[in-house]
């Protein structure tokens, strides 16, 4: 790949409109998981900023023939160690890539970037749904392994879901479930209510004993349900 053009970036913080157009049609070409769905950003960046951690937002989309070929979440964070290219003093997503070939290239930028900003540490998370690699390819670029267990459940299993379930979550369930004192309620864009999802904002707050994230990322994140993009 050739030497990075700045025409052809685009940074969120100098044009968003574009940059979350040319995160869509890449997050949708390379089938991306749910975590790189746009509101699902937005929450992130909506609580970063509510928690007022979030330094300065550089992620970017990488053009290729006037055509997305990268995107790049790289929310910068102050910490007591130093800004950190993460979330919340945790992971960020990995960039999505059209090819290894733009990926190797994007990875350079990325740490050219840190060096430019002053960054200390960048922290990136696979996407659990991405099956292309069996490996952490990020090895690659010179990024430690500390990988975590990932479970999933198939929901184009056929017969009985529970049955998928360890023993010990399968027993609390139907301890639950048997309990008189409570009901299950499941909510989709079908009939998304906008004054149940805020009795479960309430809540969250009350069971944390305090509010830990603002009304607006539940804002967000109830828009996601009405969209067919969350339950």
């Not at 699902?40 to 990488?62: P, W």
Request: net charge neutral; charged share 25%.
């Amino acid at each position: 790949m050739k030497e990075f053009k700045s025409e052809n970036l685009i940074f969120r913080s100098k044009n968003e409109p574009a940059f979350w157009q040319g995160w869509r049609e890449l997050a949708m070409a390379l089938r991306a998981g749910p975590r790189y769905n746009e509101l699902a950003i937005k929450r992130f960046l909506i609580v970063a900023e509510s928690q007022r951690c979030l330094k300065q937002d550089l992620s970017f989309i990488y053009l290729g023939n006037d055509k997305p070929v990268a995107a790049v979440f790289l929310p910068a964070e102050e910490t007591s160690t130093g800004l950190l290219i993460g979330f919340s003093g945790g992971y960020t997503l990995t960039p999505l890539c059209q090819n290894p070939v733009i990926a190797k290239a994007i990875f350079m930028l990325i740490d050219k970037l840190a060096i430019a900003h002053g960054v200390s540490k960048i922290m990136f998370q696979i996407d659990p749904f991405e099956s292309i690699n069996s490996f952490n390819y990020l090895e690659k670029y010179g990024y430690l392994d500390t990988s975590i267990l990932t479970y999933f459940i198939d929901l184009s299993t056929k017969g009985d879901l529970l049955k998928l379930c360890r023993k010990g979550h399968l027993c609390d369930i139907k301890k639950i479930s048997a309990d008189q004192h409570f009901k299950t309620e499941i909510y989709d864009s079908l009939n998304a209510s906008y004054e149940e999802h805020e009795a479960y904002r309430q809540l969250h707050e009350k069971c944390a004993g305090r509010q830990t994230r603002s009304k607006q990322s539940f804002d967000n994140q109830f828009e996601g349900l009405k969209r067919d993009e969350a339950i």
